[in-house]
């Protein structure tokens, strides 16, 4: 880490960032160094403590950056360049906690036997653990599998059960179909009855008339000739 001269006159500020600099530098290398030590959830924390250190550094540069701006030119140059290394400081320490990480991940993936060797794996324990994925990977894409052809199959079953609705919605649909026009049939010729009736009934009413006048004009005639019969002849 880069060694910080005593702050100039007037930088009372940027001397205290840089003691906080300090601080959380030293505790994400204590952070780092603690990684390969830990189990997998310690391990774990430590990584997650370490980030939020570097998050709280890398916002102390921020101000330092700033507070920079307030110091005179004179001395401007010489803490620029010490800010500098501790933006180089702070991205060495980044590249290690990724790398810590990346250790980690492979240690938990191919269990304890990479940690105890450094990190280094055998070919028989890589092939073993790729055989151990691939397998896994098998039986979840036979299930994922099992699952799409059990989806497919009540898929079919639900489309069977629609056609059969359908097919019963087109057989009631003709059956209303046929209904309607038998009533449409049925209403012609109830039509025509009811024309056929009211032709009879103006026929019986006209052959009564006719009626009445023959038995009127009867009358008429009998009358008269009873009439000319029994008149005394002037």
């Known amino acids: 880490m880069s060694q910080p001269l005593d702050a100039e006159p007037g930088s009372e500020l940027f001397a205290s960032y840089e003691a906080d600099f300090r601080l959380a530098y030293a505790e994400i290398t204590q952070k780092i160094d603690q990684v390969p030590e830990l189990a997998a959830e310690p391990r774990k ?28 030119s004179g001395s401007r140059a010489k803490l620029n360049t010490r800010l500098r290394g501790y933006r180089a400081d702070l991205d060495k320490v980044k590249r290690e906690l990724k790398k810590a990480s990346e250790q980690a991940d492979r240690t938990e993936l191919f269990g304890a036997r990479a940690a105890q060797s450094g990190g280094a794996v055998s070919t028989d324990d890589i092939s073993q653990d790729q055989r151990q994925q691939l397998l896994s990977g098998t039986d979840r894409l036979e299930s994922s599998s099992q699952r799409l052809r059990d989806s497919q199959r009540l898929a079919n079953e639900t489309e069977a059960i629609g056609a059969g609705i359908l097919t019963d919605l087109r057989g009631q649909r003709e059956q209303i179909v046929n209904s309607r026009n038998v009533l449409m049939e049925a209403d012609t010729y109830v039509d025509k009855s009811m024309r056929t009736l009211r032709g009879m009934a103006r026929r019986m009413v006209t052959n009564r008339l006719i009626t009445i006048g023959i038995v009127v004009l009867l009358i008429i005639i009998i009358a008269a000739i009873l009439l000319g019969r029994f008149l005394p002849r002037r």
């Open 45 to 72: 924390a430590s990584i997650r403590a370490a980030e939020r250190a570097i998050d709280e550094a890398d916002e102390i540069i921020g101000q330092m950056a700033i507070e920079l701006q307030n110091i005179s």
